[in-house]
């Protein structure tokens, strides 16, 4: 379903929104940004949102999966969500958390 906040705004279905989507996407290889996530990105969110003064430009935007995106999505006030904290839940095969910032991860390379 799509964010009803950018249903309002025209920007969002103009020929210039969809091209930096696009390329954002290809740039991100339509994979989450989120470090130790890997799922497929559907979103592509503003780093800093146009309301704060972000540009439209491909470095002030990131691919997201849904669940990434839900976790800092912005507020009717301007706020993001959990502060704009990402985190990845889940373990790896061996129960070893996949967050690269969980405390049993310190100092050691996460893959996912």
Not at 19 to 28: G, N, P, T
Not at 58 to 72: A, I
Request: proline share 7%; charged share 25%; hydrophobic share 30%.
């Amino acid at each position: 379903m799509a964010n009803p906040a950018k249903l309002r705004d025209p920007f969002y279905v103009s020929p210039a929104w969809l091209a930096l989507r696009k390329q954002a996407l290809q740039r991100d290889r339509h994979t989450c940004v989120v470090p130790g996530c890997g799922q497929r990105a559907v979103v592509v969110d503003h780093i800093v949102s146009r309301r704060h003064g972000g540009a439209d430009s491909l470095s002030n935007l990131r691919s997201l999966c849904r669940t990434h995106d839900n976790q800092v999505k912005e507020q009717r006030g301007g706020a993001r969500k959990g502060g704009g904290q990402m985190r990845v839940q889940g373990c790896d095969p061996s129960g070893r958390p996949l967050d690269p910032e969980h405390p049993w991860n310190r100092g050691r390379k996460v893959t996912a």
